[in-house]
Nanobody, 115 residues
């Protein structure tokens, strides 16, 4: 069974940083494109960034230059380094394959950016 367990969220002031982690299990992690997604209150879930098994990445325009996605295939883990956080980054963050497996969303990790 494919599972994703996200961690690393929290409350941070505007301009601050957080590093999210996601451990995957039950899949051939090293060959899949992995992605980070987020869902803010009252909004649809959106893609934030994705990364290929070779390390090529793509970012949503709203986070370019501030967020960095990376992965460790040996640990089956994908990371999201978030810098210069803004209040509009407040959301629950999830990881999944890209495109996502709709039946396998994890619990996510809450990121709140507020002073």
């Amino acid at each position: 069974q494919v599972q994703f367990v996200e961690s690393g969220g929290g409350l941070v002031q505007p301009g601050g940083s957080l590093r999210l982690s996601c451990v995957a299990s039950g899949m051939f992690f090293s060959i899949d494109i992995m992605g980070w997604y987020r869902q803010a209150p009252g909004k649809q879930r959106e893609s934030v960034a994705d990364i290929t098994n070779g390390g090529s990445s793509n970012y949503a325009d709203s986070v370019k230059g501030r967020f960095t996605i990376s992965r460790d295939n040996a640990k089956k883990t994908v990371y999201l380094q978030m810098n210069s956080l803004k209040p509009e980054d407040t959301a629950v963050y999830y990881c999944n394959r890209a495109p996502p497996l709709p039946a396998n969303w994890g619990q996510g990790t809450q990121v709140t950016v507020s002073s």
